[in-house]
């Protein structure tokens, strides 16, 4: 017999601090099964204000994704998790394009990811790529950055025990 998808109501929103101990749970078992990186509860703090959350009538977060600037015209996908009970029911789709809106407004017209969900990010138009996404005199600025997704999507040697596996993806959207 095979799993179908929970059909839930929902609405995607903007997280807030007291989101952070229910986001920090929502990831836990991916973090375990070694499909995101874990992080401290302060990073989720620090970094709230880039999260979409998925929420059900009754208060349940099912989901989450934030979306990083990297540059001028280049953001990243991070921490995009669905509960387990309601995936491929549309969910991580809807935060995804929450999270392309939000890009779009802010000036960003190129998504990074770093992904083991390669057929999910390219049924939503992310296309692997390869070494040089960026000019050189923009490599040479990044390369500055002290956070770990700017390395990841360089691709620095100090980055490769996480990504692993791995597989670095981009999408233009307009």
Not at 83 to 97: D, E, M, P, T, Y
Not at 124 to 140: A, K, N
Not at 158 to 174: A, E
Request: proline residues 4%; hydrophobic residues 45%; glycine residues 8%.
């Amino acid at each position: 017999m095979t799993e179908q998808a929970v059909r839930t109501e929902y609405t995607v929103r903007r997280a807030r601090t007291s989101d952070v101990p229910k986001i920090q749970a929502l990831i836990e078992p991916l973090v375990q099964e070694r499909i995101l990186l874990g992080k401290e509860r302060v990073v989720f703090y620090e970094a709230v204000q880039e999260f979409r959350v998925a929420e059900t009538p009754d208060g349940e977060l099912i989901g989450c994704g934030a979306l990083h600037v990297m540059w001028e015209d280049l953001g990243e996908v991070r921490t995009l998790a669905v509960s387990q009970k309601h995936l491929r029911a549309g969910v991580g789709g809807a935060i995804l394009a929450r999270l392309e809106e939000d890009a779009l407004e802010l000036g960003v017209t190129r998504l990074f990811c770093l992904t083991f969900e390669v057929p999910f990010f390219e049924r939503h138009g992310f296309l692997p790529i390869g070494e040089t996404v960026v000019d050189p005199e923009v490599y040479y600025e990044l390369i500055r950055s002290r956070d770990e997704g700017v390395a990841e999507f360089l691709d620095l040697a100090r980055v490769k025990p996480n990504t692993l596996g791995n597989t670095r993806m981009m999408k233009t959207i307009v």
